[in-house]
């Protein structure tokens, strides 16, 4: 049987995988100019010829005038052609120079780096049907993820997370115990313990390398008497009486969400509150075939579903799991009020309670 080819289909396919071409080939040119400062020496100088920005960071021009040209042809900076002079605008500067911004986006090109670092290991995984642990990934990926969820945590987190939750804004401002739990380098914990400093958060994470690195970040935010570290799975960290557990971007990963979240319910306190933040997703397939689900189907596939296949139960949420099969988790674990307290473009927050 002889199939017929609409050609235009083909070529509409082949533009598109000429970008992802061109997008994959570029992603360590994007880590080099972040490693060389490039995106940073741009920022505000207005148009600068390639030997000019050479000259501000102390690179080769030869190399840099490709790299210049690479990213202008990608729409990261901005060329003109009549003075030969690149620039980048106020909107490229928001999402490549400045790590205060929600928008920065460099932490993902760490994230991308380590994929390719394990890709060995994911393609077994694939193979056997095996799991791949986090602690088993490179370390880019964990500084990938804390840089990559840290600019959206900062806008978000204080502003518009916590108020969205019944209650729990007030109780934090007067102080109050929090477990941030599945923290990894602690970003979440010391932004919670930086804007309530009459509460204490107490950070918990499997990953031992991870908990060694939060301990240092917190004593360099000046935020070490209001935090704790220690190395603990979700289903077995201690303490009791907490008025706030948080889990940021984790459930998911979790082998067994269901006794994650059965063991959060028993740690709080009678009134107490469960944060779910977790990637933005519907709760159909076809709701999710969009940029972002994309990104997140393939978080998924290669770091999230290997995660919680290497652990007891295995459930695999996945990345893109939705409110619905999220809230039956909440709800078999025991909790009896679940809803969606707000989201952004990126997270969705759910509140459970008791």
Same mark, same amino acid.
């Given at each position: 049987?002889?199939? !017929?080819?609409? =050609? ?20 360590? &040119? ?17 148009? $600068? ?28 900076? =901005? ?10 605008? @106020?909107?490229?500067? $928001? ?21 390719? !670092?394990?890709?060995?290991?994911? &393609? *077994? ?14 370390? &880019?990926?964990?500084?990938? #993820? ?12 204080? @502003? ?9 804004? #007030? ?48 004593? $360099?935010?000046?935020?070490? *008497?209001?935090?704790?570290? @220690? ?11 907490? =008025? ?11 082998? =067994? ?15 107490? #509150? ?6 933005? %997703? ?6 999710? $075939? ?25 459930? %695999? ?15 078999? !674990? ?21």
């Amino acid at each position: 049987m002889t199939t !017929a080819v609409d =050609d235009a289909k083909l070529a509409a396919f082949m533009e598109r995988a000429l970008g992802d071409m061109g997008a994959i080939i570029s992603a360590p &040119l994007v880590r080099i100019g972040e490693q060389l400062g490039l995106y940073k020496a741009m920022a505000g100088a207005g148009p $600068l010829t390639a030997h000019e920005v050479a000259e501000r960071v102390g690179a080769a021009e030869p190399h840099l005038r490709e790299w210049l040209r690479n990213q202008a042809a990608g729409g990261y900076v =901005d060329y003109d052609a009549k003075t030969n002079r690149f620039s980048l605008s @106020a909107e490229q500067a $928001l999402a490549l120079a400045d790590e205060d911004s929600p928008a920065y986006i460099l932490g993902a090109y760490d994230v991308i780096a380590s994929l390719f !670092a394990d890709e060995p290991k994911i &393609l *077994e995984a694939f193979r056997t049907g095996a799991g791949l642990g986090w602690h088993e990934h490179h370390p &880019l990926l964990f500084r990938g #993820t804390e840089r990559f969820f840290r600019p959206s945590y900062r806008a978000s987190l204080v @502003a518009d997370w916590i108020p969205a939750l019944d209650g729990v804004e #007030t109780k934090l401002e007067r102080g109050a115990k929090v477990a941030d739990i599945g923290c990894g380098h602690g970003a979440s914990t010391m932004l919670l313990a930086e804007a309530f400093p009459n509460t204490r958060v107490y950070g918990f994470d499997y990953h031992e390398p991870s908990i060694r690195r939060a301990v240092e970040e917190a004593a $360099l935010a000046g935020v070490a *008497e209001r935090t704790r570290f @220690a190395t603990a799975a979700a289903k077995d960290y201690p303490g009791t009486a907490y =008025d706030l557990v948080c889990a940021f971007d984790c459930l998911h990963d979790m082998g =067994d969400p269901v006794g994650a979240a059965a063991h959060v319910l028993e740690s709080l306190a009678p009134d107490g #509150t469960f944060m779910v933040v977790e990637p933005y %997703a519907g709760d159909r397939v076809e709701d999710n $075939l969009t940029p972002v689900g994309r990104v997140f189907y393939g978080a998924s596939a290669t770091i999230c579903t290997p995660a919680s296949l290497s652990q007891e139960v295995g459930l %695999a949420l996945g990345a893109q799991a939705g409110e619905t099969v999220l809230s039956d988790v909440l709800k078999e !674990a025991g909790f009896t009020r679940v809803r969606r307290a707000t989201e952004t473009p990126f997270n969705m927050v759910l509140e459970a309670r008791p």
